[in-house]
DNA sequence: CGACGGCTTGATGATCATCAAATAGGGTGG
DNA sequence: CCACCCTATTTGATGATCATCAAGCCGTCG
C-alpha cells in the first residue's frame, strides 16, 4: 500500500546503516531482514514506519519474568511501527527471512500533512489494525484452546485459499511457540490441539509445518465465532 | 481533544434524532447517554465518530452463545467509533450516564482532508489506542488472575490518582460482571481476586464498587508488568 | 417490609500449564 | 553420502488455576 510512496521519498534524505541487526541499505529502501532478526525493540526512537513486502514480521511483548505476548503477524501489505509518539512501544521479529520497506517516520507525516490521500491511508492502516486487534481480544479472553487454534488456522487458510474451494494447504511460516505466544497458550497446549483438530479431521499435518484444511467451514465451526452481534 | 473540533462543524448539518436508543439531539452535538444505552452496534452505519466527554463507555464483542469480550473502556478524552471503513465493528454501552461528543463520520473525514493538524489527531488517537490494546493483549494472554486483577485497578487508580501520593480511592464506575468481561474472567474470581487483594492488604472495599488503594507501589509489583522490554 | 439485582463465598470439576521424556526432522561435519 | 547432533515437536502424567454450579448476603428500591 505504502510501498510506492518510499519512492516518493527521495532516498538521499535515507540514512543508511542504522539498523541494530546491520541490514545493510539497499538503496531501494527495502530492506531483507534475516530470520529472528527485529526491525525495531519497544523504547527504541522510531525512525521508521515499515510495510511488509514478502514473509512475516511479528511484533510482541516481554513481561519480567520472560512470559511472552505477540500481538500480531504482519503480512506483506501491513504497516508496522505506527505511534502516535516518536517511539516504538513494542518489539519487533523477522519470521523466517522477510522483505520490509522502511519509510522515515517523520519524512512520512510531514508529507501526510501535505498529501491528504496518505494520512487517510496512515489512518485506515491504523484503524483496520484496531478492527483486527478485537477479534484477538475476543480469542484471547473468551475462547477454549479449540477455538484458538481453530480460529488461528481458519484465519490464515483463508489468506492463502482460492475462491470458492473449502480446502486448502498452506505452509506454517511461525513455530508452535510462536503460535502458543500469539495465542495465549503453551507449545503443548498448541501441539496437543493441533492432534485433536487432525483426528477429528478437520486438518491434515504432513509434516508440522505444513497444515491441510479439509473442511473451511467446518474449522469456521470449530472456532466458536457463530455470528456474534 | 475533538471537542472543539465538532463546532467546527456547521450544527445545521447534523441530523437530529438518529439515535438508536432515541436520545434526543440537543443543538450541541453533545448528547447524554443513560446507563446501558448503546451508541451504535457491530454492523451498523458509521455516521459518527465520538468522544467522550464524562462518564464510560465500553465497547465489546457478543459470542453466538453468549460470551462477552469488552474491548475497551473509554474515559473522557477517548475517541471512539474510528473505523477503516464505513461500517461499526464493535458493540458499545455506556457504564453508567456519560455524555458525549458526536461528529459526523463524513464530515469529519472531509475536514481532515483539509486540515493537517486535524488529520494529526485522528492518527494519533487511533495509534495511540493500538498501543493501549497491546497491554491488554498481555494481560488476556499472560496473566493469571491476580495480575489481571491487580493491573486493571492499579491502571484505572493511576487515572484518579495524584501526584505524588501512594494512595488513591475512587469509585469503580463498571460492574463486577462488566470487569470480568474486560479481564476474560468471570465475575466469581473478579469477586474473589479482589478479597484476596483485600486480604494481602494491597486494598481496602469499604463497598462493592469503591476501591482505596492502599499501596499502589505494591498493587503495581501484583500487576506483573516489570520492567517489560 | 419484601423482593430484586449485584456481590460474595463455598464446593467441585474441567481445562490447560507444568514437568518429563520420547520422537522426528533438518543441518553439519566427517 | 551417511551418521550424528541439535532443536522443534509430540505425547504422557500430574497438578494448579479458574470456571461452573449453588447458596447466602447485602444494599436498594418499590
Redesign the interface.
Known amino acids: 500500500m505504502f510501498a510506492e510512496t518510499a519512492d516518493y521519498i527521495k532516498t538521499d534524505n535515507v540514512p543508511g546503516a542504522s539498523w541494530r541487526n546491520s541490514t545493510p541499505y539497499t538503496s531501494r529502501s527495502v530492506q531483507t531482514i534475516e530470520h529472528g532478526a527485529s526491525l525495531f525493540?519497544?523504547?527504541d526512537d522510531a525512525e521508521y514506519v515499515f510495510e511488509v513486502v514478502e514473509g512475516v514480521v511479528a511484533?510482541y511483548?516481554?513481561?519480567?519474568?520472560g512470559?511472552?505476548?505477540v500481538?500480531c503477524f504482519f503480512f506483506p501489505g501491513d504497516m508496522l511501527g505506527?505511534?502516535?509518539d516518536a517511539v516504538y512501544?513494542?518489539?519487533t521479529c523477522s519470521i523466517g527471512k522477510s522483505r520490509v520497506c522502511s519509510i522515515p517516520r517523520a519524512k512520512l507525516?510531514q508529507i501526510?500533512?501535505?498529501r491528504?490521500e496518505i494520512?487517510?491511508k496512515?489512518?485506515?492502516?491504523?484503524?483496520?489494525?484496531?478492527?483486527g486487534?478485537?477479534?484477538?481480544?475476543?480469542l484471547?479472553?473468551?475462547?477454549c484452546a479449540q477455538e484458538k487454534v481453530a480460529s488461528f488456522l481458519s484465519a490464515l487458510g483463508a489468506r492463502y485459499a482460492t475462491e470458492g474451494a473449502d480446502t486448502v494447504t498452506f505452509r506454517l511460516p511461525m513455530t508452535r511457540s510462536e503460535i502458543g505466544?500469539y495465542?495465549?497458550l503453551t507449545i503443548e497446549t498448541v501441539s496437543r490441539t493441533m492432534t485433536k483438530l487432525r483426528i477429528a479431521g478437520a486438518i491434515n499435518l504432513p509434516n508440522p509445518a505444513t497444515v491441510e484444511v479439509l473442511s473451511r467451514r467446518r474449522l469456521e465451526r470449530l472456532a466458536?465465532?457463530?455470528?456474534?452481534?
Do not use: C, I, W
Open positions: 525493540f519497544q523504547g511484533s511483548s516481554v513481561l519480567a519474568d512470559r511472552r505476548q500481538h505506527l505511534t502516535p512501544h513494542a518489539n507525516m501526510a500533512k501535505e491528504p494520512a487517510a496512515l489512518f485506515e492502516s491504523a484503524t483496520a489494525q484496531l478492527v486487534m478485537q477479534d484477538h481480544f475476543v484471547l479472553g473468551r475462547k505466544d495465542l495465549g466458536g465465532d457463530g455470528a456474534g452481534y
